[in-house]
């Protein structure tokens, strides 16, 4: 079963910035759009960005001035940028491609 690997989670105080990566192992990440999905303690999952095969972003309001989502088919790889992180933005981040999910990266941000 295939899986995507995220990366760049960690704790940091509000204001600060983290980069998040989504690495797609296999062939389908040239070809695929790609989401990312934030999920807080006792909540659903819900939408935060994607980026199409096109490169072209959609971001949820709340982030659009904060977050930029990016990709690169060399190295397979989708990162989510996120700048002034407010504590609101604390949870699971996860990427998704078609039917694949990641594991999740943990962001906390403290005030």
């Known amino acids: 079963q295939v899986q995507l690997v995220e990366s760049g989670g960690g704790s940091v105080q509000a204001g600060g910035s983290l980069r998040l990566s989504c690495v797609v192992p296999?062939?389908?990440?040239?070809?695929?759009?790609l989401s990312w999905y934030m999920q807080s303690p006792g909540k659903q999952r819900k939408w935060v960005a994607t980026?199409?095969?096109?490169?072209?972003?959609y971001m949820k309001d709340s982030v659009k001035d904060r977050f930029t989502i990016s990709r690169d088919n060399a190295k397979n790889t989708a990162y989510l940028q996120m700048e002034n992180l407010q504590p609101e933005d604390t949870g699971v981040y996860y990427c998704?491609?078609?039917?694949?999910w990641g594991q999740g990266t943990q962001v906390n941000v403290s005030s």
């Open positions: 980026i199409t095969t096109a490169s072209v972003p």
């Open positions: 998704n491609v078609r039917s694949l």
């Open positions: 296999g062939t389908i990440f040239s070809d695929s759009g």
